[in-house]
């Protein structure tokens, strides 16, 4: 059965620091998606992207987050300059034709310091 | 007034029981509803969906809303102690594909 991957697992970075969280979605999955759940706390959306941009950000979403979607399969979510609360979990999404069937991946816990 | 509520639970049953997992929302706009089930730091699996009003059924599960009363409810039949997890709602409007989550409901079954 085909499914959202996520590289890596789990990552610690100093806060500041540069990080890429990875994913892999499903083969034939046209819509991609970041959330993050913060340890205890609901999971929140963060941003949407199809057809090569952004379609919906929440306001979380700010300067300091961005998406590519650098070749056919690989779908990254980089913060530029960590805070400590940018540390939870961020799961990726994929959903093929219609975006309300959203598929997870298993998530990247990020442990900012 | 929070857009999705979702009792956190914990709800513990025994073996064998039925389950009634609820959640209540705010907005009259949402139109898309999910079950999501969540193991431990482990990530959402979706497992029922329904457009709009009605019951949808799979397996032990079935999914039902309530858009009159903003009212949607997962019932688990014949649980076993694998369904112990965390169960989260979500849902989304016609325009978008954001998800709007609800707490989760922690759920255990006890052999």
């Known amino acids: 059965e085909p499914e959202v991957t996520q590289t890596p697992s789990h990552q610690v970075t100093q806060m500041g620091q540069e990080v890429i969280l990875r994913c892999v979605p499903i083969s034939n999955h046209l819509y991609f998606y970041w959330y993050r759940q913060i340890l205890g706390q609901k999971v929140e959306f963060l941003v949407s992207?199809?057809?090569?941009?952004?379609?919906?950000k929440s306001e979380i979403f700010d300067d300091q987050f961005s998406v590519e979607r650098p070749d056919g399969s690989n779908f990254t979510l980089k913060i530029r300059s960590t805070k400590l609360e940018d540390s939870a979990m961020y799961f990726c999404?994929?959903?093929?034709?219609?975006?309300?069937?959203?598929?997870f991946g298993p998530g990247t816990r990020l442990l900012v310091l | 007034q929070k857009e999705v509520e979702q009792d956190p639970g914990p709800l513990s049953v025994p073996e064998g029981a039925i389950v009634s997992l609820n959640c209540t929302y705010s907005n009259s706009a949402f139109q898309y509803f999910m079950w999501y089930r969540q193991y431990s730091r482990k990530g959402p699996e979706l497992l029922m969906y329904?457009?709009?009003?009605g019951n949808k059924e799979d397996g032990r599960f079935t999914a039902q809303v309530d858009k009159s009363s903003k009212y949607i409810s997962l019932f688990i039949r014949d649980s076993q102690p694998s369904d112990s997890a965390t169960y989260l709602c979500a849902m989304s409007k016609d325009s978008s594909y954001k998800l709007i989550f609800g707490s989760g409901t922690r759920l255990l079954v006890r052999p």
């Open positions: 992207f199809y057809n090569n941009e952004i379609s919906e």
């Open positions: 329904t457009y709009s009003s």
């Open positions: 999404a994929s959903s093929g034709g219609g975006g309300e069937t959203q598929y």
